[in-house]
């Protein structure tokens, strides 16, 4: 036990978190060892349980501890010296469809209405946490901040999300890590990578509208996977695997770009196996994995980068603005991509990686993030409340992440609506925009965060 100075200028939170990090660094905390529980230490020292809540998140955002769901507190499997070592390397009326949708709402910024984009609202952002960190990185930074920067990507940065990922069960050291531009630039670095004219490939359908882009520009075959409330519909992609020699699945397993659905555990390993028995990679596009409250696994988790090639950014959590991407993958594509990183565009900027990993560290992101799923899941309540109440249709009975899926009962085909509803100042996003071959659609993707207006309802309930 080591007394907290209450009187002192220096907060209690930083206290604990001084007195951790000398008993680690002086190896008295031995790796693996498990720390005093949250209530245990609160009791014995006598501060609040939330005091303690901070200063341990602070140390896991530091990289000293590891959390284990239902077991408490760890320290690192490794020394944390090494967290910053340098890394030994290895060399309608409109032409309604997703690249107009995404001008619009980013040109037109006096739109009045925009449940079909596909962001958060700025107002959720935690933008004091962005502004007090790129000052950080601006006043404090070690280092230079106008060279190009490391070809995988920011090390420190690298290394924090390796240890997220293993949190999620997902084993990856930082050199199986590749930063990117945002999840789209790496979406483009793989299809570039993996494909070529004439490939088949396997799409989520519906699915991400600018992955459709990228596939059709470099004139593969894509075919189409139904989507059901429980994922991709297993009995229909062994059908279709019988008919193509399948080279890439991509898909979105968690709280599912367009329609907020997930996999079920059935249906992961039923696709895991295919992959195996057909001979095909997964890439998972996984960008809303911390919008998710539920404990779902991912498909890399069961597969532990074998097959599957794993996607994810921050820019829905930190800031859209931020263009901070990254891969996960098996260490020899892994070393290929950025071979290929460097042919089309040299590296991907530092000074945002750096600016992610400050937010990542500084023990607040944790809290922010709670807070943001919270939100999601009342707007999501809230949404298909009202959506009902105007006779909407909907695809899943989901309570999670950003997107809901819905038709209206009287207009087979939403483009239609769509085109009725800019007339209105509201710009929603059809489901034609979802799938590759553009065939008409009921479906309507509404995003959660930006459908409070009474006007979006009065004009669904009268339309």
């Known amino acids: 036990m080591f007394f907290l100075d209450a009187g002192s200028s220096k907060p209690l939170v930083q206290q604990i978190v001084e007195h951790f990090q000398t008993l680690i660094t002086e190896g008295k905390f031995h790796s693996g060892m498990k720390i005093p529980s949250i209530r245990s230490f609160a009791e014995s020292h006598g501060v609040?349980?939330?005091?303690?809540?901070?200063?341990?998140?602070?140390?896991?955002?530091?990289?000293?501890?590891?959390?284990?769901?239902?077991?408490?507190?760890?320290?690192?499997?490794?020394?944390?010296?090494?967290?910053?070592?340098?890394?030994?390397?290895?060399?309608?009326?409109?032409?309604?469809?997703?690249?107009?949708?995404?001008?619009?709402?980013?040109?037109?910024?006096?739109v009045e209405i925009n449940p079909g984009c596909g962001w958060m609202p700025e107002s959720w952002m935690d933008d004091d946490s962005l502004r007090r960190n790129m000052r950080n990185v601006s006043n404090h930074s070690s280092g230079s901040m106008t060279g190009y920067g490391t070809p995988k990507g920011y090390l420190p940065l690298r290394w924090k999300i390796s240890d997220w990922l293993n949190e999620d069960e997902i084993f990856c050291p930082p050199e199986q890590l590749l930063m990117t531009n945002g999840a789209a630039h790496a979406l483009g670095l793989l299809t570039q990578y993996l494909l070529a004219r004439g490939d088949t490939v396997l799409v989520d359908e519906p699915g991400y509208s600018l992955l459709l882009f990228h596939l059709k520009r470099l004139g593969v075959n894509i075919v189409g996977v139904p989507w059901t409330a429980q994922g991709p519909d297993p009995v229909a992609m062994e059908q279709l695997l019988k008919q193509y020699?399948?080279?890439?699945?991509?898909?979105?397993?968690?709280?599912?770009?367009?329609?907020?659905?997930?996999?079920?555990?059935?249906?992961?390993?039923?696709?895991?196996?295919?992959?195996?028995?057909?001979?095909?990679?997964?890439?998972?596009?996984?960008?809303?994995?911390?919008?998710?409250?539920?404990?779902?696994?991912?498909l890399a988790s069961m597969d532990q980068l074998e097959r599957v090639i794993y996607v994810s950014s921050f820019s829905k959590t930190i800031s859209p603005s931020l263009r901070v991407g990254y891969i996960a993958a098996h260490p020899d594509l892994v070393e290929d991509l950025t071979q290929f990183k460097i042919m089309t565009g040299l590296t991907s900027s530092e000074v945002e990686e750096r600016i992610a990993y400050q937010i990542l560290t500084d023990g607040r992101h944790r809290k922010y993030l709670k807070g943001l799923r919270d939100k999601l899941v009342q707007a999501q309540d809230d949404t298909r409340r009202r959506l009902q109440q105007a006779g909407m249709l909907l695809f899943n009975q989901a309570h999670e992440g950003m997107f809901v899926w819905a038709r209206h009962p009287r207009h087979a085909d939403a483009h239609e609506l769509s085109n009725q509803a800019l007339n209105h100042d509201i710009c929603l996003a059809p489901g034609h925009l979802f799938v590759h071959d553009k065939q008409v659609s009921p479906w309507l993707r509404f995003n959660v965060g930006y459908c409070a207006s009474d006007k979006l309802y009065e004009f669904l309930a009268a339309a």
């Open 48 to 110: 609040s349980v939330s005091t303690v809540v901070d200063a341990y998140d602070r140390l896991v955002a530091e990289g000293l501890l590891i959390p284990r769901q239902n077991a408490g507190f760890y320290v690192r499997s490794f020394q944390h010296g090494q967290y910053l070592a340098p890394e030994a390397g290895n060399l309608a009326n409109v032409r309604f469809d997703s690249l107009w949708m995404l001008r619009r709402i980013w040109e037109n910024r006096s």
């Open 245 to 298: 020699k399948v080279k890439v699945f991509f898909t979105n397993p968690r709280l599912h770009n367009p329609t907020g659905a997930s996999y079920t555990t059935a249906t992961a390993h039923k696709t895991l196996q295919l992959a195996d028995r057909h001979d095909f990679l997964i890439v998972e596009d996984d960008v809303c994995s911390d919008l998710d409250a539920s404990t779902r696994r991912s």
